[in-house]
């Protein structure tokens, strides 16, 4: 229909992408779906599932860190033309991923893209999609409006975020920008389900591998566990891109009163035991060996071994809270709600003993 946003997504056919172009497209956008070649039937074959069509979906091949970002010129020409609206949401996200394909992907490929869009004929917004990763080391409350406040970095996941969310403001002046920090992406709100079993799941791989041998068990109530859902977090990077008030604001998106690392761990425990763990301790005394030169391999060696990357220790001992007033108010003046962990995390979990560990229910 005529006046409809046209929106060009990288990250298209990924865990997030994809849900975000389903939401788009039942919203009556033209979508272009940046895609790697033979990437797209993956694509095609959720909006099937989800019984969505696909009519207003043009697939465009390319690859943010390849030149001109979109393979054939003619093709880049046309979007750029009629785009209104670009998300950008393509990244690495791997704590353990080396420097150089963080660099090349997070921070490089973050800059093809706003070139990209400077040259978008009819802009009217440039979502970039950042993380709560970018507040390091820092203690305390995060606010969204925050970004450079001398915080270190344990992981190059992080720091390229960091970097990548600082390249993107610097591009406000030519065209309105909006960043959208989600938590730690969980599965669906109502039905739990995921392609991706990192981040919260690999401390419940490890819960559930050993709840009839420890009483003892990592876990602090000084740590926080702030997720979102992956649909929800669709519909708010959706409805923030289009809304005219959103530009050159940032949007933290997380559970606004997250639960503890231990209140977590009971509530899991609960479902799989006759008791909860007598004892949690932190493992902030191992996050501080993970930079020594000498400790980190062996570290490394045995976070493979037990399938968590050691940079993710940072992530469960971290004394901080993200801010998300912003996020808050929008949800309130668009009837919309940033639900709590404790409304679905019976939904989580029972996906992931159903999918990850193969039981019956």
């Known amino acids: 229909m005529k006046g409809n946003p046209v929106l060009f997504i990288t990250g298209s056919t990924g865990f997030i992408g994809k849900r975000l172009v389903k939401k788009a497209l039942e919203k009556g956008a033209e979508v272009y779906a940046l895609a790697r070649e033979g990437s797209e039937p993956k694509l095609l074959r959720y909006l099937e599932q989800k019984k969505v069509s696909p ?17 054939d010129p003619a093709v880049a020409e046309e979007v750029q033309e009629r785009t209104t609206h670009v998300i950008h949401g393509a990244a690495v996200y791997d704590l353990s991923v080396p420097r150089p394909v963080a660099k090349r992907v997070n921070v490089d490929g973050t800059r093809a893209v706003l070139e ?13 999609l950042s993380t709560i990763a970018v507040s390091g080391d820092y203690r305390g409350i995060f606010y969204e409006e ?17 970097i990548a969310e600082k390249l993107v403001r610097e591009w406000e002046s030519r065209f309105p920008v909006t960043i959208i920090r989600p938590g730690a992406v969980v599965g669906e709100m109502a039905t739990g389900e995921t392609e991706k079993f990192d981040g919260p799941y690999i401390m419940m791989r490890f819960i559930y591998a050993s709840r009839w041998l420890h009483l003892v068990v990592p ?28 530009g050159g604001r940032t949007f933290t998106v997380v559970d606004p009163e997250p639960m503890s690392m231990g209140e ?28 020594a030169p000498v400790i980190k391999p062996v570290l490394n060696v045995a976070g493979r071994i037990a399938g968590y990357p050691v940079e993710g ?6 004394e901080v809270l993200h801010d998300a007033s912003n996020t808050l108010s929008f949800a309130a ?13 019976d ?11 193969g039981r019956k229910h």
């Open 146 to 162: 925050m970004l450079d406040v001398g915080q270190g970095f344990t992981d190059h996941y992080g720091r390229t975020k960091f």
């Open 55 to 71: 009519d207003g979906l043009y697939f465009v091949i390319g690859d943010i860190c390849a030149p001109g970002v979109i393979k």
């Open 219 to 246: 876990g602090s109530d000084q740590s926080y566990l702030e997720v979102v859902p992956v649909d929800v977090l669709a519909e708010f990077i959706l409805e923030i891109t289009l809304d005219s008030a959103a």
């Open 116 to 128: 990209f869009a400077s040259k978008a004929k009819k802009l009217k917004r440039f979502t970039h």
């Open 264 to 291: 977590f761990i009971d509530r899991v425990y609960e479902r799989i035991s006759f008791y909860k763990p007598l004892f949690k301790f932190s493992l902030k005394p191992v996050a501080a060996f993970v930079k």
């Open 347 to 357: 939904a989580i979990c029972t996906y992931f003993e159903k999918e990850a560990l």
């Open 313 to 318: 220790i940072h992530y469960v001992t971290r």
């Open 333 to 345: 003046r668009k009837n919309m709600r940033l639900p709590r962990f404790n409304e679905y995390i």
